[in-house]
Structures are given as C-alpha cells and as structure tokens.
C-alpha cells in the first residue's frame, strides 16, 4: 500500500533519510501530525499560512539539513504578514549555511500551544540482536542532555505503552504537575504503539525519531520526524 510505495520512491531516489515526505507515512499509520503543508514559493506560503488559523510555524525542507534548528532553519510564532518575508529569510540562511544544500522549500505548520502541552520523543532503531525497538521520553531540543527515555521490543501492547508514559522521570510533567491540566495520555499511548506497528511492520525502517511528538490535553501532534532507511 501506500507505505510501501513511498519508501520504494525513498530507496529510488537514492536518499536513505526522510523527513517531512515520512508525514504520509504517519497520516497511513494513523498517528496525528500539525496542520500544514510543503510549499516552494514565498506566495505558496503566505496561501498556507492564511488557511491556518493564527500564527503559524516555518521550517526550512533539506534533505542536508537535519537539525533545523541549530542553523536558525526554525521559525515559531510567524504572523500571517510576516510569512512572505520568513520565507526568504529560511532559505538564504539555509545557503549561507549549506552553499551546495538542495533546499526543497519550507514547510508552514500549524503552530501548537507547548505552554499547554508537553514535548515528547518516540523514537525506533533496529538493534542487531533484538530487533526494532521503540523508545519514549521528554523530548525537544534539548533531548540529548536531559535523557529522559525508555525502550521496549516493538511492537509494544497498550499496556507495555502505558507503563513506558510511567517510567520515565518526567512522567509527572504528563499527567499535570504543578496545577498543569494534565495531557491526553490514552492518545499519547495509542501513538507509541502505532509507531511501534510500523517499524515493526517495515524491517527497511532502520532508525526513526519523531521529535516532537506534542502531548496536550487535547491529543498529541507529530511535528517532526526523521527516518533512515536501508
Ligand atoms: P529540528 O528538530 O530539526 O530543529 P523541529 O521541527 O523539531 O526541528 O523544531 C524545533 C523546535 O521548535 C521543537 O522542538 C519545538 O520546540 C518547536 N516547534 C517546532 N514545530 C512547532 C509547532 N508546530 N508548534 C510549536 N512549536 C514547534
Ligand atoms: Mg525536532
């Protein structure tokens, strides 16, 4: 099905890594992602931006360019006027960044409320021995110094998912520390198991991190993920 027909356009290309084109793969795995759209042109945005209610968020697309962030490729909290300009503004840090980068465009994304909600990884790699594993924990930027996770064979049930939401430090955070209305944890289970399906389901998928997965109490979002293929 469709799945496997984007990771033979993947393994066609020639690239082994994916990033927002990996959006699909969730939407047929039934995990959710944030409003928003890939565009190429600064007008293309501004036209996203204005179906997209409130501020949006803006990302540069580039196959060379995994954090995003770190070279200034992020940009939250965009007003619809200020869209056009943002535009121009990703793609010539981008070049200066990568003068060879292949940019594909910039992605413009609904923009979520992290005030309410909690940023957290699900995460997948195929251990040589075991097999694919899934992995949960605080997620962001800053994943790499907080180490805040756990691991499990996949796929995991609902429950194995379940005690993941409970292992690690940061659980209180999840289920509303210091008067936070605490976020949707049924939702945030039912994704890790879904990713966990798929990897399980895709033995090609060698790596896969989806960082953030946003849990608020409305549900979670996938803003962002990267996967390797081999
Ligand atoms: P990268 O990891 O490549 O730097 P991300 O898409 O993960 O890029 O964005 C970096 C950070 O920007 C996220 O961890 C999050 O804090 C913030 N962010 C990204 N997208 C959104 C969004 N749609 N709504 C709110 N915050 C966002
Ligand atoms: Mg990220």
């Known amino acids: ?44 945005a501004a036209e996203v931006a204005a179906r997209i209610d409130g501020d949006v968020v803006m990302k540069i697309v580039s196959p060379g360019i995994l954090h995003k962030s770190d070279i200034g490729g992020v940009r939250v909290g965009v007003s619809a ?25 910039v992605q413009v994304q609904e923009m979520l409320d992290l005030d309410e909600g909690v940023e957290t990884i699900v995460g997948s790699h195929r251990d040589p021995q075991f097999g694919p594993l899934v992995m949960f924990g605080l997620g ?23 005690q993941m939401t409970a292992d690690i430090d940061a659980a209180p955070l999840l289920r509303g520390a210091r008067g936070r209305t605490p976020v949707d944890l049924a939702a945030t289970v039912d994704a890790i198991r879904r990713v966990s399906q798929l990897v399980a389901d895709f033995p090609s998928i060698v790596e896969l991190d989806v960082n953030p997965l946003v849990a608020t109490p409305d549900g979670v979002r996938a803003v962002d993920l990267r996967l390797t293929v081999d």
């Open 140 to 162: 962001g930027v800053f994943v790499e110094v907080l180490e805040d996770t756990t691991f499990r064979l996949a796929p995991v049930a609902a429950g194995e998912a379940e």
């Open 81 to 105: 006027d200020d869209v056009a300009d943002t535009y121009e503004d990703l793609v010539s840090r981008a070049k200066s960044y990568q003068p060879d980068a292949r940019i594909l465009g």
């Open 1 to 44: 099905e469709r799945v496997r027909e984007i990771l033979a356009q993947v393994e066609q290309r020639g690239d082994n890594r994916l990033g927002v084109e990996a959006m699909e793969l969730f939407d047929a795995y039934g995990i959710p992602t944030p409003e928003g759209e890939v565009v190429d042109d600064p007008t293309a």
